[in-house]
């Protein structure tokens, strides 16, 4: 069965720096999708960045960039110029790409990021 | 904008009483999913549903049902509601993609924190 592994509950960055995520999965599928979502305090959790497995490019989206290694099933967050709106918990997750109940998505546990200003 | 709304954002249910979780998407979206969310644990797929009337179990049924009657609503219910079931109910919906592929992307509700004394 596939897992999904974040291993730092929180973090803190000061504002305007640079802070990096981690994420680490489990699979023995060769294609699949990996993404980031942000979950805003008392906000809707939305998408940050996807990753398509087949793709060895890492995903970028404004200040937002991965680094996916394949081999080593790692797929960490980089937001660069921290600012106080990214303070959220962040959650790493993965999914296979096919339908019905195949693809449904898995979670990882989350990482509580703070900004200090 | 996708919209998906939850019919409560906070709700207090003594045990044994059984409680509905109202979902609704206005993006005419073929797939809506029901997460429960704990600290430490991620988001957990309950159920989903990828058509009116079609449902398949996730990875935590036990304790619930749903229906899907129409389209954009998708209810999530607590038979029979234990404190184990106090919670954060996330609801979720994406759309179909050509050759029945379930979207990467997945739209989420404002959550539900549910309360059972």
């Known amino acids: 069965a596939q897992t999904v592994t974040q291993s730092q509950p929180e973090m803190s960055v000061q504002e305007a720096e640079t802070v990096t995520l981690s994420c680490t999965y489990d699979t023995s599928e060769s294609d699949y999708y990996l993404f980031w979502y942000k979950q805003p305090p008392s906000r809707q959790m939305i998408l940050v960045i996807r990753q398509e497995a087949y793709k060895q490019q890492n995903a970028t989206e404004n200040r937002f960039s991965v680094n996916f290694q394949k081999a080593a099933k790692s797929f960490s967050l980089k937001i660069s110029d921290s600012q106080l709106g990214d303070a959220a918990m962040y959650f790493c997750a993965y999914r296979r790409p096919s339908s019905s109940s195949a693809s449904k998505i898995i979670f990882g546990s989350g990482t509580r990021l703070s900004i200090r200003p | 904008d996708v919209k998906v709304t939850q019919s409560s954002r906070y709700l207090v249910k003594r045990t044994g009483e059984k409680v509905f979780l109202e979902c609704v998407q206005d993006?005419?979206?073929?797939?809506m999913f029901w997460y429960r969310q704990d600290p430490g644990l991620g988001l957990r797929l309950i159920y989903f549903?990828?058509?009116?009337?079609?449902?398949e179990k996730g990875d935590i049924p036990e304790g619930y049902s749903v229906s899907r009657e129409k389209k954009e609503r998708f209810s999530l219910i607590l038979e029979s509601a234990s404190t184990n079931q106090t919670s954060m109910y996330l609801c979720?919906?994406?759309?179909?993609?050509?050759?029945?592929?379930?979207?990467?992307?997945?739209?989420f509700g404002p959550g539900t924190r549910l309360t059972v004394t």
């Open positions: 979720a919906s994406s759309f179909e993609l050509a050759g029945g592929t379930i979207s990467y992307e997945q739209y």
């Open positions: 549903s990828y058509d009116v009337k079609m449902k």
């Open positions: 993006m005419d979206h073929e797939n």
